[in-house]
């Protein structure tokens, strides 16, 4: 496809389960990050990587929260014993020449 | 640690007005500057992207101007429509690759 494409768009699970969030970046894109966004907030910094190695994980908030990109295209972000306060929207971004360009994001629900 | 701040945090302004968004960051030395725009429940869509060494960039109806040594950029928008009623996001993006975001200005123009 042309553009980030984010899969599932939404996503309801229960407390204590593990859920992967998978991002398929722009082809090409070597550069990929992901953020989490809480209503009325700006996005925040979780992980980027630059090919298949994570260059900075400086902002995923504590060891249950891991990434990977195997083959430095496709990557998944995968929460291990979600929390109800793990619930917001988890972008992914791919960025060429500079510019970074967002999907639609993964709508996470835990109840 | 970079910050990035907007302001307002929300604006409402008659359609036909020209109007302006504000910016700031703290750490100068950053490779770029970007402004995506953002629906509600979307993803973002990029506006303007302005590399350092830049001082503006120009899109239709909006104009973005940078003053790094300042640590500043506006987003000017003319002659305001509804269809501009959106969350405005600055982002910058660090020497360490790292792309930190401000929380945005939520725009409302009234028909």
């Known amino acids: 496809g042309a553009g980030v494409s984010q899969t599932p768009s939404n996503k309801v699970t229960e407390k204590g389960k593990y859920v992967e969030l998978r991002c398929d970046p722009i082809s090409g894109h070597t550069a990929l990050y992901w953020y989490r966004q809480s209503l009325g907030q700006g996005p925040e910094f979780l992980i980027y990587?630059?090919?298949?190695?994570?260059?900075?994980d400086s902002g995923l908030p504590n060891d249950r929260f891991f990434a990977v990109r195997p083959e430095g295209s496709v990557s998944t972000l995968k929460i291990q014993r979600t929390e109800r306060g793990d619930s917001a929207v988890y972008l992914c971004?791919?960025?060429?020449?500079?510019?970074?360009?967002f999907g639609q994001g993964t709508r996470l629900t835990v109840v | 640690k970079q910050e990035v701040t907007q302001i307002p945090a929300a604006l409402s302004v008659p359609e036909g007005e020209n109007l302006v968004l504000n910016c700031s960051f703290t750490?100068?030395?950053?490779?770029?500057l970007q402004w995506f725009r953002q629906d509600p429940g979307k993803g973002l869509t990029s506006l303007l992207l302005?590399?350092?060494?830049?001082r503006e960039q120009t899109s239709g109806r909006l104009n973005a101007s940078l003053d790094k040594s300042s640590g500043r950029s506006t987003l000017y928008i003319a002659a305001s429509q509804p269809g501009d009623s959106a969350t405005y996001l600055c982002?910058?993006?660090?020497?360490?690759?790292?792309?930190?975001f401000g929380k945005g200005t939520r725009l409302h123009i009234l028909p």
């Open positions: 302005i590399q350092s060494s830049q």
């Open positions: 990587f630059q090919g298949t190695g994570a260059a900075d």
């Open positions: 750490d100068s030395a950053i490779y770029n």
């Open positions: 971004a791919s960025q060429g020449a500079g510019e970074a360009f």
């Open positions: 982002a910058v993006e660090n020497r360490d690759d790292k792309i930190i």
